[in-house]
């Protein structure tokens, strides 16, 4: 049968999309512009949006696993609550979901609300659906990595509880295993929540201190206060999702993103390799300058 994967031109549905290929599933995407869908010939692309009713029921048409990874948006839940709806209209039960760690928790920062919502519709609907809660992405790192090469700071306020972030390629690996693995269940498989962490969990200080590693100088933590993150957030986004940034970050500080008991041997075992480590992401950024 066909895997759906939606947001699949991005950091992460890309890596899906590659790992399914590699794993000779059939795969379908939908997106809003099939230009950057740069993807094997034996990829299904369908043009459209999560909110294209008409769009959404062509894509789904012979489709057996949806991938559900919609971006953070004003209308993140709208879009969510419909996709499901058609999901099961078409007759789709087997869903994997890009939520994030703590949704439960975090509930004042707006999309991981929204990703609770999700979860619990996923639940009260009766999917069989594996949910998965990555932590921070490392590859949210790229957009910071002049401000710490030109200024040798670290200006992420993290704070010192410590985040164990997790490299978009070991999410996207372990989803396309759970999408397969649900895609080939000769049955319903009970709902399962995994949580995406990295190997380490890290400090402010803990990653300034690798930065000063990876290029031989030092390089300062640039503390907890998320007042500058913010303003220079809305200098290239809306002011609403700046906010919404900060509030996440204060999340960071006031309680981590801390792996339950676990967590890193599981995704160990499903990977059947190590996890990529932040430095790795460090000495690969520099590698790549």
Do not use: C
């Not at 058609?86 to 004042?108: P, Q, T």
């Not at 396309?176 to 929540?193: F, M, N, V, W």
């Not at 919404?244 to 990977?271: C, F, N, Q």
């Amino acid at each position: 049968m066909t895997i759906l994967v939606t947001g699949a031109t991005g950091r992460v549905g890309r890596h899906v999309v590659e790992q399914l290929v590699k794993r000779d599933a059939n795969v379908r995407i939908l997106t809003r512009d099939p230009s950057k869908a740069n993807f094997p010939a034996a990829v299904e692309v369908v043009q459209g949006e999560l909110l294209d009713i008409d769009a959404l029921r062509k894509a789904f048409t012979g489709v057996s696993t949806l991938f559900l990874l919609n971006a953070v948006t004003g209308d993140e839940f709208t879009q969510a609550i419909v996709t499901l709806n058609i999901a099961r209209e078409s007759g789709v039960d087997r869903v994997v979901y890009l939520s994030v760690i703590h949704a439960d928790r975090f509930v004042n920062v707006p999309h991981f609300a929204v990703k609770s919502g999700a979860e619990r519709m996923i639940e009260q609907m009766g999917f069989s659906a594996t949910i998965l809660r990555p932590s921070y992405f490392i590859d949210n790192e790229l957009m910071i990595k002049d401000v710490i090469f030109n200024y040798n700071l670290y200006p992420m306020p993290i704070g010192g509880k410590g985040v164990a972030m997790v490299d978009a390629r070991d999410i996207a690996e372990v989803a396309a295993i759970e999408l397969i693995r649900r895609d080939q269940a000769p049955g319903k498989l009970p709902i399962e929540t995994i949580n995406l962490v990295g190997p380490d969990t890290l400090t402010g200080t803990a990653v300034a201190a690798i930065w000063s590693d990876v290029l031989g100088r030092p390089v300062a933590y640039g503390g907890d206060d998320p007042t500058g993150f913010e303003q220079n957030l809305a200098t290239f986004m809306p002011k609403w999702m700046a906010y919404e940034m900060r509030l996440m970050a204060e999340r960071y500080v006031s309680d981590g993103m801390i792996p339950e008991a676990g967590d890193v041997e599981r995704l160990t075992k499903i990977l059947g390799r190590p996890l990529r480590s932040y430095r790795d992401f460090a000495a690969e950024t520099v590698a790549n300058a």
